[in-house]
């Protein structure tokens, strides 16, 4: 049983998110390195902290509304928030909430921690690279048009011009054929 214990905090210790666990009091008793990393400091700032008491509302506030809710519920849930790490910086993130439960009574809880902040600063600009390329495109099609209007207007003017061409050569041959049978009338 020892070594699945350690193997178990091995692959917890070397996960590229953070994970942490709080006990039935909602006391933080395990965080591993990523979680640190995330919440900008030392594990030794979170381990041994009330979720509750122990962080500042500016922390944890919307956050705490998920905790809560699978804390009561006991059933395991995903949380997407915004919190100001201890470490100052305002993130998004992401996660999962599982109660641990014994005797059918909340005995804690492991809880998944992904920073999603670059990938919704990502997500904007990439929302915005489409709303430019939309934008773009709507003014490419109206220049498009505007000139597949102007062609077509040429185009009128153009057949209308060979049109009346035609009109005056026939005009012209109808004329010179009118000639040649007046000039061999007046010969005879």
């Not at 996960?15 to 979680?35: F, K, Q, R, T």
């Not at 006991?74 to 909430?97: H, N």
């Not at 490419?140 to 057949?159: A, C, G």
């Not at 026939?170 to 004329?175: G, N, R, S």
Request: hydrophobic content about 35%; glycine content about 8%.
């Amino acid at each position: 049983m020892k070594g699945s214990i350690d193997l178990y905090k091995l692959i917890v210790e070397n996960l590229p998110g953070g994970v942490w666990v709080s006990d039935e009091n909602d006391v933080i008793i395990y965080a591993n390195e990523a979680m640190c990393n995330i919440a900008g400091v030392p594990c030794s700032e979170i381990i041994g902290k009330s979720v509750e008491r122990d962080f500042s509302n500016e922390v944890v506030d919307e956050f705490s509304k998920h905790y809560m809710k699978v804390k009561t519920g006991l059933i395991p849930g995903e949380y997407e928030s915004r919190v100001k790490t201890q470490g100052g910086k305002d993130t998004i993130q992401r996660g999962w909430l599982i109660p641990l439960i014994e005797e059918g009574r909340f005995s804690g809880m492991i809880v998944t921690v992904e920073d999603i902040t670059e990938k919704g600063i990502l997500k904007k600009k990439l929302e915005d690279y489409q709303q430019n390329l939309e934008r773009m495109v709507t003014e490419r099609t109206k220049e498009l048009e505007e000139k597949n209007e102007r062609l077509n207007k040429f185009n009128k003017l153009f057949v209308e011009r060979e049109f009346r061409i035609k009109e005056l050569r026939d005009k012209v041959k109808e004329l010179e054929s009118m000639l040649k049978e007046g000039g061999s009338d007046e010969r005879k």
